[in-house]
């Protein structure tokens, strides 16, 4: 069975400063990880994803992840946050045996404060 | 815009009824995906297709089903609704890429409410 765990419901940063969003996933077989994100009142769009190549990768509108198989984390990060950067964030995992399907994280609300 | 849509985006209806949820999927993506996302659950993997056949289950009720037609497009039917079906229904597409890496393209969703 594949998991996802993102700490912090809420996250509220200042505009410029650093985001992390945290993941850590559990998984018996390798995992794809994936980050996506919600606006209100939209359906979701992938960020980044990390499907067994490089372990850092980078998405759109400046964020990234590292994938670390020591931690089974997959962390997100943006060196500066932006206004537009608040939404919630969700972290999902799937694989290649078993089961395909996203399984998701609660997520995660970004708050961008001026 | 993923260029998966979703028809309708608000739905109001009663407990006990029965509604119809459709999604078309991106050109050229053959497999369908039904997600529900709620307040309690999350959001949650409901059932998937691929190219017309079911392909996997996930915590679909036995009220609710799905079917994917010769065009692609996919229908997700709800039944004997109750208040707790109130949810956003998502529909994602993908191409069928081997080994489960390839990005699920989001719609919008519809609204369900279930008075």
């Known amino acids: 069975a594949q998991s996802v765990t993102q700490l912090g419901s809420h996250v509220s940063v200042s505009e410029g400063a650093l985001v992390l969003l945290r993941c850590n996933y559990s998984?018996?077989?390798?995992?794809?990880l994936f980050w996506y994100v919600q606006y209100p009142n939209q359906g979701l769009q992938l960020l980044l994803k990390?499907?067994?190549?490089?372990?850092l990768v980078k998405g759109i509108n400046g964020f990234e992840a590292e994938f670390k198989k020591s931690e089974t984390s997959f962390h997100l990060t943006k060196p500066s946050a932006h206004m537009s950067d608040a939404a919630e964030y969700f972290c999902?995992?799937?694989?290649?045996?078993?089961?395909?399907?996203?399984?998701f994280g609660s997520g995660t609300r970004l708050q961008v404060q001026p | 815009d993923s260029g998966v849509t979703q028809t309708p985006k608000h739905l109001i209806t009663a407990t006990g009824q029965r509604v119809t949820l459709r999604c078309s999927p991106r050109?050229?993506?053959?497999?369908v995906y039904w997600y529900q996302q709620s307040l309690d659950q999350g959001l949650q993997f409901l059932i998937q297709?691929?190219?017309?056949?079911?392909?996997a289950k996930g915590n679909i009720l036995e009220r609710f089903s799905a079917q994917q037609f010769p065009d692609l497009h996919s229908e997700l039917n709800l039944s004997s609704l109750e208040l707790g079906d109130s949810a956003l229904y998502f529909c994602?597409?993908?191409?069928?890429?081997?080994?489960?890496?390839?990005?699920?393209?989001f719609g919008p969703g519809t609204r369900l409410l279930v008075l």
């Open positions: 994602a597409s993908s191409v069928d890429l081997a080994g489960g890496r390839e990005t699920q393209y």
């Open positions: 998984s018996s077989v390798p995992p794809y």
């Open positions: 990390y499907t067994s190549a490089a372990t």
């Open positions: 999902a995992v799937s694989s290649d045996t078993g089961r395909r399907a996203l399984t």
């Open positions: 050109s050229g993506d053959l497999s």
């Open positions: 297709y691929y190219n017309g056949e079911e392909r």
